[in-house]
């Protein structure tokens, strides 16, 4: 499953750095507007004690997470629908991901410029916000343009891609966004691939001693992200990029000498996760445990198919059991002699944390 998170803000609100640390890659970091303007990307793993717990029992040469891909976007400006800042090329960016982690300054620094003065979360959020729309307003316009001319045909299908796009124009000339058209079975309105529908994670930015409270910059981006029911996480992209300058096993002793629990990466990449309604299953060999991204509600051949297309293509069943059960057990062979193995068809719905080994034939 190829799942792209693209990262966007405002210049300076350490995007780029936050990139580096979540995917230990090398984008520009630096303390001027624009610095990134090609897009950034890095794979980042899904952290899953599951899957250490399998690889104890079975330890395999390799242990695959579930991954998400990151696109470090460059910062947007006022008037970036405009083109200001080279604002329709990263525009186009963000049309291309599946969703988007919106890193929002809440740390003050006088040695790093905020480029409108100050810190104001509500305020740049909706700089953000509004470009998205704008923009998606212009997309709209055109498409509704080409639909009333299609439309004149009589058309059913044209008719009603008119209806509703000009029931999206009217939204967005609100300010508003028009969450109907994501849940439209019209299949030519997907192309639309709105920027202010797209599922949104608020990443708050925080200073190194903010952490453990909600400073008023974090309470105000929770206060805007609560208008559209998204997840906040607050961490301090500084930290995390000393952090993954460490060597592995140091890691841990220098969370705990600041008292934080984890890494503030970890709790994004798991929030962005379950926020996009994914689960994971897992198979494994000798050779190794694999942990496989898959939307929730997702058949069994169409797990199969994140496997490989054979599998799917060639599905006849799926045997299924719990990661606690061959931990009880320690074998597949004695999982399936005490009946905690089920064989299971077509009609499947995957669960999150099935261990599955499917039966096919092509």
Known sequence: MSLTVGIVGLPNVGKSTIFNALSAGKAAASNYPFCTIEPNNGIVAIPDQRLERLSKISPAEKNIPAFLEMVDIAGLVKNASKGEGLGNQF???IRNVDAIVHVVRCFEDPDVVHVDGAIDPQRDVETVETELLLKDLETVEKWLEKAHKAAKSGNKDD???VTILEQAYGTLSEGKTPAFLTETSNASLADLRLLSTKPVVYLANIGETDYGT???AVQALKERAATR???VVPLCGRIEAELMELPENERTEFLAELGIPEPGLHTLARTVFDYLHLETFFTYNEKENHAWPISRGTT??????????DFERGFIKVEVYRLEDLETYRSQAEVRSAGKMHLQGADYIVQDGDILQFKFNV
Do not use: E, Y
């Open 91 to 93: 525009l186009s960016h």
């Open 159 to 161: 008719k009603s891609a």
């Open 214 to 216: 909600d400073t008023a």
């Open 229 to 231: 029911n998204a997840p």
């Open 300 to 309: 069994a051949p169409k797990a199969a198919g994140k496997i490989h297309t």
